[in-house]
């Protein structure tokens, strides 16, 4: 059981045991934890003392045989508090985490085992300024890898917007209608009551155009968002209507799918290999169309694109993203939810650590 992410108290259940009582038996008795009582969880962890008082930066993960060439770093929410994770992209393993992110705290975790992150040759990472700065400053040797997951999902956060952005509209456009129809309503209500003639409510009703496909402007834009994640070939055939009736009423929208659609074919794997001047030629181009284009979120887009260009572009040196890392991540989070969260911190790391990152179990 130390070696394998049982959820404790489903496998009690199974036996006919009380959950909490086999969770208690194998915590304080039968487990490595209940020899030091869970002091091993704490024996990486590093001491500070800021403004004359004793801080505490928490490490319940290191293991110096996780850390190799090709690395991955990222920041990863366990209970109330955000850690700072580093995984092996060979291994799939949790090479060190740390209850930290602020520069100066992973600096100090980091700077204790220099010997260790001078092994990494290459290290996947998202667009967190603080990451990049983890990882010039402190592991410079590395080369630093923008996460593709990351860069495309940016991509289509910023192509939805442009679509949110046009419902927001046609909403209030509608809203607007209603207004006026409770001023209307209101006005009458007066006449009415200046008449001594009853008043009888009207029910409020907001006509709007049907496009070529048979859906309002609301209706359209609200069941199109699959579609526009999707390639032109791998639509449906109701999507491809849809799709028609979309881009000939909202033609920004296509814009930005046509733009999107370039982006994601440079950012491809087919790609890999390529020189760096062919590839740069390229996206400068895209750059040129999305300036003509003059769509806001898109600009804003290619605003984070060129700050990071530099890392984005070393995914073509050998295909590597960082999926090794929100594997770990999902990992985590799935071994969070299956054991009804943190409870017990001190043994969840201590479960953690044995699950994912003992190589020798």
Known sequence: MDYSPLNITSFGIALGINGNTIYRWYRDVLSEYAKDNGASVHIHDVKLFVGGQEKIIEVPILRPENFGANMSIDEKHIGEDFYTVIGNRD??????????????????????????????????????????????????????????????????????????????????????????????????????????????????????????????????????????????????????????????????????????????DWLSNKNIGKSFLEIDKELHQWYEDVESAEIEELLNFMSMVETNEDIIRNYFRAGETNAIAESINSKIQTFISSNKGTRDKDFFFFRLDNYYANTSK
């Open 91 to 264: 291994t799939g393993m949790i090479a060190l985490l740390c209850k930290t992110v602020i520069f100066s705290e992973i600096k100090e975790v980091i700077q204790r085992h220099q010997h260790l992150v001078s092994k990494i040759k290459s290290i996947t990472l998202d667009f967190s300024s603080l990451y990049k700065k983890v990882c010039t400053e402190l592991i410079p040797n590395a080369i630093q890898i923008g996460d593709k997951f990351h860069v495309i999902t940016n991509l289509m956060d910023a192509h939805q917007a442009v679509r949110i952005r046009y419902r927001q509209i046609e909403l209030k456009k509608k809203r607007k209608a209603h207004q006026e129809f409770k001023r209307t309503e209101k006005q009458r209500l007066q006449e009415c009551e200046n008449m001594g003639d009853k008043f009888k409510s009207a029910k409020f009703h907001y006509k709007e155009q049907r496009l070529e496909n048979g859906e309002t402007p609301l209706e359209i834009l609200s069941r199109s968002r699959y579609l526009l994640y999707k390639y032109p070939h791998q639509w449906r055939p109701s999507q491809c209507v849809r799709a028609k009736a979309l881009f000939a009423f909202y033609p920004e929208i296509h814009t930005s799918y046509t733009l999107c659609c370039q982006f994601r």
